[in-house]
């Protein structure tokens, strides 16, 4: 690892800002400087990609939980579906219905997994309420 991080202090804590907006106050972060791949993520994908002007927050979830979906990255997608629950851009019935639209795109077998944690999210939801 070079002396100084890759991406500077106050790229990083740009990235920080939008990170925890999008992920909440919960998730570990990995210190600045500790690794090339945190500093680079954090501060491309959160500090430049997620702080675009052309679309909103609410409109890039959307399209990061297709991908996501797609992907069978259903660990991932419940941390999504959790956050947009909590900030309010996805109600439970909005949820269940992305769930519905994406069962034939990402097909029955893995449908299952994404039932279930779109489910679990609109559990931890309601148990807090």
Not at 2 to 31: C, H, M, S, T, W
Not at 33 to 41: C, H, N
């Amino acid at each position: 690892m070079p002396d100084q991080p890759r991406v500077d202090a106050e790229r990083y804590q740009k990235g920080v800002a939008k990170y925890r907006e999008i992920y909440g106050p919960d998730l570990p972060l990995a210190e600045h400087g500790s690794a090339d791949f945190f500093d680079l993520m954090i501060g491309h994908l959160f500090g430049e990609v997620w702080t675009g002007e052309a679309l909103d927050v609410s409109t890039r979830r959307l399209l990061v939980i297709g991908v996501l979906a797609a992907q069978h990255e259903f660990d991932t997608l419940g941390i999504q579906f959790t956050n947009a629950l909590r900030t309010g851009e996805l109600s439970p019935e909005q949820v269940r219905e992305i769930v519905v639209q994406l069962i034939p795109y990402v097909g029955y077998p893995s449908s299952g997994s994404l039932f279930r944690v779109s489910e679990t999210a609109i559990s931890n939801l309601e148990s807090k309420s």
